[in-house]
């Protein structure tokens, strides 16, 4: 600090009532004090305790269910909830759009993340995954001419072989990433329908790895499938360094 000259501070900025209403129920909430399922109580119950006004604990509130961390009752109560990974994943995928991530940057990503997944799946899937997973392949090949039905085929396809791994923490790591990978998909088939068996024939070999938990086969498939995905997003005139959000706003990505 040059000498003479005064240290500057920024004015401290008080903050509003209903954050610090919300940030004391969260607390308690995520300290285990209150568990899913318990009883809050209700904004008339909330105001006394707090000693604020209706309108400060009702903001509050509003931003727990936001989260999903509380929900309203019938009768008026509010009790703790358990928030859904999907909810949470496409707040995350809103925030990677407002980012401008690129498809260079989702194909890294699901690179990375791929193979981790596919060894979790062989590891964990039941037989109801695969009945699941069969029942998808099935209805991709009966509509392969259909390039709209065939991307929202391949969307479930990726959620239930992601489901097979049975671990909630990487069903919620890839959730924001799939989210945005369906329209890149979506707009690739669109526009070059004719890689369509190709997809099918990934998938395939990809229940096939599950089914008789052949680590290699479904490492070597998944890579496969992710590169074929580059291929035709580049072959459908798309730059790798293309914003997603541009791939999802101008109406060509939509299944």
Sequence with gaps: MIQGVATRFERIKARPAYELVAEEIEGKILAG??????????????????????????????????????????????SVA???YHGLATRMSRALVLQQVTFRELFHTSRALGPGSIDQAIDNRTDEDLEALDAN???????????RAVAELDAEFHRLLDGATHNRVLLLAKEPVNILVRPTTAHIIANNPSGIPRLIEAHGHLVDALRTRDREKGRLWIDRHL?????GFEISGRDLDSAVEAIIGDGRGEA
Excluded: C
Excluded at 137 to 147: G, Q, S, V
């Design 137 to 147: 392949l099935a209805r991709t090949r009966e509509m392969r001419h259909d390039a």
């Design 82 to 84: 358990v928030p859904h």
């Design 33 to 78: 004090i209150l568990r899913p399922g318990d009883p809050i109580g209700t904004e008339s119950e909330l105001v006394k305790q707090f000693g604020v006004n209706r309108s400060t604990v009702r903001e509050g509130i509003r931003l727990l269910e936001q989260s999903g961390l509380v929900a309203r009752e019938s009768s008026r109560r509010l």
């Design 227 to 231: 590169r074929d995905w580059k291929a």
